[in-house]
């Protein structure tokens, strides 16, 4: 018997994610080559006829397992029925703007979205937010789904993950797939932590491998943080097809499992692991088991890591705080 369709609800999909991300959803990338999608695309009424383009070329495409596009200016309407929901458009930040002021007009967008998710998505909702800053708009939405379970709403930081494991495979000469278990933890900005005293290469640690601390703290710690900037300066616009192939990573492991022997990375709601207050969203080496994010318990934190985790999780509470005192959570 052939599977149902999966809703899945894509925000800000007229935007660059949303052009490098459709094609992959259509083709069955994101959750595997035999389910079915229905896409359901949530657009500003100003960029619905570019959404509406979009729309013709996947039609163009004939990706048998695409059974419907639907495109909506309505959160509401667009989450009805979703069991994904990608949560790609946001505002950027303009100029002059404080972070205040960027979290404000993002909690314009995330909480009506978390409401609308909780009026009418369907039982087994799963949120992706990828728009910035992602971590506390997940937190904004989820916050305003009081009927969703809070693990349900999740950021990505697995575009953070696969920088830093490119890397690392650079700089050891080694190949992607004899890395293991490196993580990033706390918050998708210049803060996150990119961690390798646990990761391993080749079953061996990852940290001795490198074996030069010099380089950890002045070169791949920066680099995998300060990607993102990076990009935006060399291409004059941010990152898309690798933040569209990370979101792809995100939810084909929440959904399918992550592989044994390895985990990856998410910012997920915050059960008091680690030291990082409940309920914060932050990034944790996480694996995904019968279609649930776990925490990867039992990991040592030595007193470099812990420094840099806490200042990551310390910028997240200061995020929350600041959208608290705006009544957004
Ligand atoms: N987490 C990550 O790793 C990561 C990586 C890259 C980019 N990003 C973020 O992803 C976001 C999108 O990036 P982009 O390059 O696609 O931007 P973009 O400007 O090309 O597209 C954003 C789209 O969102 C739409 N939009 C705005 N408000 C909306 C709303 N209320 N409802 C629905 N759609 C809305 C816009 O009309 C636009 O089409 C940005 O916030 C960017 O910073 C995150
Ligand atoms: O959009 C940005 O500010 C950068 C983006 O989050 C990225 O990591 O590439």
């Known amino acids: 018997m052939s599977k149902a369709p999966v809703n899945v609800t894509v925000t800000g999909a007229a935007g660059q994610i949303g052009y490098a991300l459709l094609f992959r959803i259509a083709s069955g990338q994101?959750?595997?080559?035999?389910?079915?999608?229905?896409?359901?695309?949530?657009?500003?009424?100003?960029?619905?006829?570019?959404?509406?383009g979009t729309a013709m070329e996947l039609d163009d495409c004939a990706f048998p397992l695409l059974q419907?596009?639907?495109?909506?200016?309505?959160?509401?309407?667009?989450?009805?029925?979703?069991?994904v929901g990608l949560l790609v458009g946001a505002r950027p930040r303009g100029?002059?703007?404080?972070?205040?002021?960027?979290?404000?007009?993002?909690?314009?967008?995330?909480?009506?979205?978390?409401?609308a998710i909780n009026a009418g998505a369907a039982d087994d909702i799963r949120v992706l937010?990828?728009?910035?800053?992602?971590?506390?708009?997940?937190?904004?939405?989820?916050?305003?789904?009081?009927?969703?379970?809070?693990?349900?709403?999740?950021?990505?930081?697995r575009l953070d993950h696969n920088r830093a494991l490119t890397q690392l495979a650079k700089k050891l000469g080694v190949s992607i797939n004899d890395i293991k278990k490196l993580t990033i933890w706390g918050n998708h900005s210049a803060t996150q932590y990119p961690d390798l005293f646990n990761a391993e290469v080749g079953g061996?640690?990852?940290?001795?491998?490198?074996?030069?601390?010099?380089?950890?703290?002045?070169?791949?710690i920066p680099t995998v943080a300060k990607r993102g900037a990076?990009?935006?300066?060399?291409?004059?616009?941010?990152?898309?097809?690798s933040a569209a192939n990370a979101a792809i990573d995100h939810v084909f492991d929440w959904v399918n499992g992550t592989p044994e022997g390895d985990w990856t990375s998410a910012a997920i709601p915050s059960d008091g692991s680690y030291g990082v207050p409940e309920g914060?969203?932050?990034?944790?080496?996480?694996?995904?088991?019968?279609?649930?994010?776990?925490?990867?318990?039992?990991?040592?934190?030595?007193?470099?890591?812990?420094?840099?985790?806490?200042?990551?999780?310390?910028?997240?509470?200061?995020?929350?705080?600041?959208?608290r005192k705006l009544g957004l959570v």
């Open 204 to 220: 061996g640690n990852a940290a001795k491998a490198v074996g030069d601390q010099a380089w950890l703290e002045n070169d791949f």
């Open 68 to 83: 419907g596009i639907d495109i909506f200016d309505d959160a509401t309407k667009a989450f009805e029925g979703a069991n």
């Open 280 to 323: 914060l969203i932050s990034s944790f080496p996480v694996v995904s088991r019968e279609g649930k994010w776990e925490i990867v318990q039992g990991l040592e934190i030595d007193e470099f890591s812990r420094a840099r985790i806490d200042a990551s999780v310390n910028e997240l509470v200061e995020e929350r705080d600041t959208v």
């Open 129 to 157: 937010v990828v728009g910035n800053p992602a971590n506390t708009n997940a937190l904004i939405a989820q916050s305003n789904a009081p009927d969703v379970p809070a693990e349900r709403f999740t950021a990505m930081t």
């Open 230 to 241: 990076a990009i935006i300066e060399a291409r004059g616009a941010s990152s898309a097809a």
């Open 95 to 115: 100029k002059g703007m404080e972070r205040g002021d960027l979290l404000q007009a993002n909690g314009g967008i995330f909480k009506p979205q978390g409401e």
């Open 30 to 52: 994101l959750l595997g080559a035999d389910t079915p999608v229905k896409l359901r695309l949530l657009e500003i009424p100003q960029a619905v006829k570019a959404a509406e």
